[in-house]
T-cell receptor, first 114, second 114 residues
């Protein structure tokens, strides 16, 4: 089983709150990703990182921000949550050498903004 | 046109039958293709990868790739109820051999009934 962890698993908050979704992996992977997935819909890449201090926006525009200060940690932050941010957020990592296409996913953080 | 499109589901097959899942992609330069399986409430996991035209077999699973037609498929032989899940087609985008991102299709829900 992959060693990638997300917290919280479930979060219900009010509009305007700041939230941070945590993602940590213990595999030493350089590459990490955040995907957003709504029920029955495809995964959309919102952020990715190829190493410490490297972050890029993904294909789907997102008001969230990310940071990569340590290899193992890739948190996602929403400064002011809105109901449109309600979704499942999946963090993933992949091996440092080459790109095999195998992403190791965390269990996800399901965010509900009231 | 979506970058990765999968045949609309849900797909229901009897136990022991062959399940056929299809996927088309828009970027003719794509070189790497993947099938992920996602059980309800769980995160996706990689089950097959294919890079060359033709068939690739792994146990009961066969991936087929036709780059001229920009078409990828997954066949599941002797389908079992435990195969019931959403199957996601993914295509590697950019990055050469060391990096890259995956673009996912919307998924096909497969139900195998006893």
């Amino acid at each position: 089983e992959a060693d990638i962890y997300q917290t919280p698993r479930y979060l219900v908050i009010g509009t305007g709150k700041k939230i941070t979704l945590e993602c940590s992996q213990t595999m030493g992977h350089d590459k990490m990703y955040w995907y957003q997935q709504d029920p029955g819909m495809e995964l959309h890449l919102i952020h990715y990182s190829y190493g410490v201090n490297s972050t890029e926006k993904g294909d789907l525009s997102s008001e969230s921000t990310v940071s990569r200060i340590r290899t193992e940690h890739f948190p996602l932050t929403l400064e002011s949550a809105r109901p449109s941010h309600t979704s499942q957020y999946l963090c993933a990592s992949s091996e440092s050498r080459g790109f095999t296409g195998e992403l190791f996913f965390g269990e996800g953080s399901r965010l509900t903004v009231l | 046109q979506k970058e990765v499109e999968q045949n609309s589901g849900p797909l229901s097959v009897p136990e022991g039958a062959i399940a056929s899942l299809n996927c088309t992609y828009s970027d003719r330069g794509s070189q790497s293709f993947f099938w992920y399986r996602q059980y309800s409430g769980k995160s996706p996991e990689l089950i097959m990868s294919i890079y060359s035209n033709g068939d690739k077999e792994d146990g009961r699973f066969t991936a087929q790739l036709n780059k001229a037609s920009q078409y990828v498929s997954l066949l599941i032989r002797d389908s079992q109820p435990s195969d019931s899940a959403t199957y996601l087609c993914a295509v590697k985008v950019g990055g050469g051999t060391s990096y890259g991102k995956l673009t996912f299709g919307q998924g096909t829900i497969l139900t195998v009934h006893p």
